[in-house]
T-cell receptor, first 116, second 115 residues
Framework: AQSVTQLGSHVSVSEGALVLLRCNYS??????LFWYVQYPNQGLQLLLK??????LVKGINGFEAEFKKSETSFHLTKPSAHMSDAAEYFC??????????????FGKGTHLIIQP | GAGVSQSPRYKVAKRGQDVALRCDPI?????LFWYQQALGQGPEFLTY????????KSGLPSDRFFAERPEGSVSTLKIQRTQQEDSAVYLC?????????????FGPGTRLTVT
């Protein structure tokens, strides 16, 4: 069984400050890892994903995340927060036991608040 | 191109009514997923189709939930005799099958409120 833990249901940062959203996972096999963003009344949009290869992955809107196997973590960062980054962020994992088309297991989400 | 669409966007049902939620995946996407997202929670997997075959329905919470995708494109999630605990946003996602493509594209969801 796999699980995802997102530390902090709410994170507040000032505009221009570093954004750090934490995600830890458990999986019995090497996982594929994802970060999604959800704006109010909208579906989820993929920010970035880790499958294989380079452990530092870059996504859209200036976000990046680093897969650290030893820490079972996949934290999301952005050097400088923008007001438009205010949204709900979800970390998700897939263990590919279904051959590459698995349902994702999501964390409970972190609500990012940007202070002007 | 067109993304994943879902209808209706909002549905209010009285307890005990049956509802049907529709998902139109991205054209050519073989895989289709349904998720349930309760208020303040992350999405939870319900079921998965590859073409018209329902390969995994382990997440369906009860036998009141039924999903189909008869022609391998549009899918319908049906909930019979709705209960208040069924109130949630139901998300549909689609993806390309095969190696190397694991990105799921999500629709806007259907918000179901059972009164």
């Amino acid at each position: 069984a796999q699980s995802v833990t997102q530390l902090g249901s709410h994170v507040s940062v000032s505009e221009g400050a570093l954004v750090l959203l934490r995600c830890n996972y458990s999986s019995s096999v090497p996982p594929y890892l994802f970060w999604y963003v959800q704006y109010p009344n909208q579906g989820l949009q993929l920010l970035l994903k880790y499958t294989t290869g380079a452990t530092l992955v870059k996504g859209i809107n200036g976000f990046e995340a680093e897969f650290k196997k030893s820490e079972t973590s996949f934290h999301l960062t952005k050097p400088s927060a923008h007001m438009s980054d205010a949204a709900e962020y979800f970390c998700a994992v897939s263990d590919l036991s279904g051959g590459g088309a698995d349902g994702l297991t999501f964390g409970k989400g972190t609500h990012l608040i940007i202070q002007p | 191109g067109a993304g994943v669409s879902q209808s209706p966007r909002y549905k209010v049902a009285k307890r005990g009514q049956d509802v049907a939620l529709r998902c139109d995946p991205i054209s050519g996407h073989v895989s289709l997923f349904w998720y349930q997202q309760a208020l303040g929670q992350g999405p939870e997997f319900l079921t998965y189709f590859q073409n018209e075959a329902q390969l995994d329905k382990s997440g369906l919470p009860s036998d009141r939930f039924f999903a189909e995708r008869p022609e391998g494109s549009v899918s319908t999630l049906k909930i019979q005799r709705t209960q208040q605990e069924d109130s949630a946003v139901y998300l549909c996602a689609s993806s390309l099958a095969g190696q190397g493509s694991y990105e799921q594209y999500f629709g806007p969801g259907t918000r179901l409120t059972v009164t």
